[in-house]
């Protein structure tokens, strides 16, 4: 069954598209109207029109289908609450599992679902403070952490390639994306300037090897402008490898170019989840904070330096630290050394989150498929987990500012 027709290619891929277009159409003719309200009124009564269809639209298809259980890693609008009320109202559940490191409270994570999957006990507390509603918030660890035995050869293989051509020191760049505008993320200069200095060290430097992992592949040598061909010259000695597959973002996860590095450096510290899969994954990963963004936790692992230190300010800094640390016999003890914080970030590391996933999943199909409620579902496969992980692996969100009731 298929939401949307461009998510699939298989011909017998049965589609379920929103068929209330007339609603739709009439919603929007109201909101433009309502603006004669004023610009508030009028957003606020639109996003109860919209609610209102997309609960009828996911109450119908349920319905239909019988679901009761619905999960996704999508969290970043308001579009997963009619979703989970239709849900609910049907007896069913709505499940998110964490995709991304998040060190910040914010609007746009704000949640309304029965059950989250989460990293740790620090990323529920980011979730109580986006003023979420979680009844059974569920501690599963990293999620991709299976992956990384899966991509060892692979790593393996990469390095060798590059080690053929002399490279003796390999850095893995994560880029975490940019786009035309710099107002609103990250601008494509910023990024030139990244591989400017990175690339001009793989032409100078006949030891140094260099590997890069751009979010959005695709769409690399056109951000890089007048750099792309700098970075063809990088590519033509062989210590230059781009893992450019992928149609939307990289068939490979970080993991792969962190270990077939010596050390990793991620570019952020407010989007940092490749730089948290790479240290997971054993690997020295240290953190290019050029935004000042002190408040970030990760600074709780020092500044980079001659005594270790995770974070740093700039790329002279950090790559004088590198140079050093592949000088000494036995490298800077402590050199991007995440372990102060991995508990406090992942508290199991042990390669089973997704197995914990979905093992909690397969729980809650159980209990739906021998025709328990809902209440007497959820509670049964928390007591389930909580005897197999321990008590302190499920909690509570309440929203830290309580939401107003409909009486």
């Known amino acids: 069954l298929a939401l949307n027709a461009q998510a699939v290619r298989a011909s017998v891929a049965e589609g379920y598209p929103d068929q209330d277009l007339v609603g739709r159409a009439w919603n929007l003719c109201r909101t433009a109207a309502y603006f004669f309200e004023g610009r508030e009124t009028a957003w606020l009564k639109g996003q109860l029109l919209d609610y209102t269809r997309q609960y009828k639209y996911w109450r ?17 609008d308001a579009n997963h609450l009619p979703l989970a009320d239709a849900l609910s109202d049907l007896g069913g559940v709505m499940a998110i599992h964490q995709r991304a490191y998040e060190s910040h409270p914010s609007a746009e994570l704000t949640l309304g679902v029965d059950v989250m999957f989460g990293f740790s006990k620090a990323s529920a507390e980011v979730e109580r403070r986006s003023n979420s509603a979680i009844p059974y918030y569920v501690m599963t660890g990293y999620l991709g952490d299976h992956r990384f035995p899966l991509l060892r050869a692979e790593a393996q293989k990469t390095r060798a390639a590059l080690q053929a051509r002399g490279a003796r020191h ?17 601008g494509h200069e910023l990024i030139r300037d990244d591989y400017t200095f990175l690339l001009e060290k793989v032409l100078v430097d006949p030891a140094f090897g260099l590997l890069l992992k751009p979010k959005v592949p695709r769409t690399l040598r056109k951000r890089l402008g007048p750099v ?76 980079g330096g001659r005594v ?15 140079q050093e640390h592949w000088s000494r016999p036995g490298g800077i003890p402590g050199l991007g050394d995440w372990s102060i914080l991995l508990d406090e970030l992942d508290p199991f590391r042990d390669g ?21 409620p809902r209440a007497t579902v959820l509670s049964d496969a928390a007591e389930r987990y909580c005897r197999a992980w321990g008590r302190d692996k499920i909690i509570e969100i309440k929203p830290a500012i309580p939401y107003p009731s409909a009486a």
């Open 170 to 186: 390999i850095l893995a760049f994560f880029d975490e994306n940019t786009i035309d505008d710099s107002r609103w993320y990250t």
């Open 228 to 303: 792309a061909e700098l970075l063809a010259r990088a590519e033509a000695t062989g210590r230059c490898y781009v893992f450019e597959t992928g149609v939307l973002h990289s068939s490979f996860p970080p993991a792969v170019a962190a270990m077939a590095a010596d050390i990793a450096v991620h570019q952020e510290l407010w989007v940092a989840t490749a730089g948290l899969e790479a240290a997971l994954a054993g690997v020295p990963t240290l953190l290019l904070d050029r935004d000042g963004w002190s408040s970030s936790p990760l600074y709780k692992m020092g500044e």
């Open 60 to 76: 119908r298809l349920f319905k239909t289908r019988n679901v009761k259980i619905f999960t996704s890693w999508y969290k970043y």
């Open 352 to 372: 089973r989150a997704a197995e914990r996933m979905g093992t909690y999943l397969k729980w809650l199909t159980e209990g739906f498929n021998a025709g328990m």
């Open 308 to 322: 270790g230190g995770v974070v740093f300010h700039d790329w002279p800094s950090l790559w004088r630290t590198c």
